[in-house]
């Protein structure tokens, strides 16, 4: 598939999967200089829950190649919070200088505590974090359930993760021992403009080694009767990226019809049910209910309500996440019907 570097990474499509290498968890130089927009972008995401105390842990970097800063942490939090800054973890910050990556990836520890190691690459990491003040701390190491899913332009992957170890939070211990959907990419630009699209929704769900999923899909105008007029997006746009992983088999997922079920005042998702095909013909029908909520802000012209969900699929359940993003041409809208 070809690439354009030059275009936000939520609306280019998808239409084949690459192969990964080891190399692909560290930095990629020569790939972001193809991005001449400030906003190139090279981003890990790493994170575990603790489903029956309905917490939620997220690590996060994001790395402006051009503007040589990163921003990123470490969040957690337990049940719904109304404010990102109400969890129990909250040590994230927008501007920090890239010198913690002078080891690449490999290992790094950024000026808030967060740090992440490289053990083998694609296949084990290692997440540590401490605040004594706070007695917070994590020691939390990750083993891949299979091998990452390299989308076709060869910037993007997902992995499913299994997450053992220790969280201590606000002075209580936990025991971490969860299934998880990794995040990276690189030479993407992400600019920060608003823009008149729906909300746009990111799927993860990890039944276990043999079973995981991710899908990007748009609100479907067909479920969604808010959504008229410039954010009615045809049924062949609605799906950016996706697959499936059954039995040893990944698959992209083609087509997508979610129904989002929102909470009119907060805009949390209560439920989520979808129905995703993949390329072989193959129906996936997935509900979801929400354990926990945070709202992220990724840049200020974006909201991300974070939702850990409780994802059932012909019988079985994953800890999974739905990360819904609206822009503000949508909220507009959106208010403005609620008031009429």
């Given at each position: 598939m070809a690439n354009d570097t030059q275009q936000p990474f939520y609306l280019v499509r998808n239409d084949a999967l690459a192969d990964s290498a080891p190399a692909d968890d560290y930095l990629h130089p020569e790939r972001n200089r193809l991005v001449t927009d400030p906003t190139s972008t090279e981003t890990q995401y790493f994170g575990f829950y603790v489903p029956e105390e309905r917490i939620t842990a997220f690590g996060y970097i994001w790395h402006h190649v051009n503007l040589k800063t990163l921003t990123g942490g470490i969040i957690v939090w337990q049940g719904d919070k109304r404010y990102m800054l109400a969890s129990e973890i909250c040590d994230y910050r927008e501007f920090m200088t890239d010198a913690a990556l002078h080891q690449d990836l490999a290992e790094y520890r950024l000026e808030n505590g967060y740090g992440m190691k490289v053990l083998e690459p694609l296949k084990q990491h290692h997440m540590t974090y401490t605040d004594e003040a706070r007695q917070n701390a994590i020691d939390v190491?990750?083993?891949?359930?299979?091998?990452?899913?390299?989308?076709?332009?060869?910037?993007?992957?997902?992995?499913?993760?299994?997450?053992?170890?220790?969280?201590?939070?606000?002075?209580?211990?936990?025991?971490?021992?969860?299934?998880?959907?990794?995040?990276r990419s690189w030479g993407k630009a992400r600019p920060e403009a608003n823009l008149p699209l729906p909300p746009f929704g990111w799927i993860t769900a990890v039944f276990g080694e043999d079973f995981s999923l991710v899908a990007t899909v748009f609100d479907d105008p067909r479920e969604n009767p808010e959504i008229k007029g410039q954010f009615a997006l045809p049924p062949d746009r609605l799906v950016t990226s996706a697959w499936v992983r059954r039995a040893g088999r990944v698959q992209r997922i083609v087509a997508a019809r979610k129904r989002v079920e929102r909470d009119p005042v907060t805009l949390l998702a209560n439920r989520v049910d979808a129905e995703l095909t993949a390329e072989n013909g193959e129906r996936i029908r997935l509900s979801g209910t929400r354990f926990n909520s945070m709202p992220w802000r990724p840049w200020p012209n974006l909201q991300s309500l974070v939702c850990g969900m409780r994802w059932e699929c012909d019988g079985r359940i994953a800890y999974g996440e739905y990360n819904d993003n609206f822009w503000n041409d949508y909220l507009v809208e959106a208010s403005n019907a609620a008031h009429r």
């Open positions: 190491r990750f083993e891949a359930l299979a091998p990452p899913v390299m989308l076709g332009d060869g910037n993007h992957f997902e992995q499913a993760m299994h997450a053992r170890g220790e969280l201590l939070l606000r002075g209580k211990r936990y025991t971490v021992d969860s299934f998880h959907m990794r995040d």
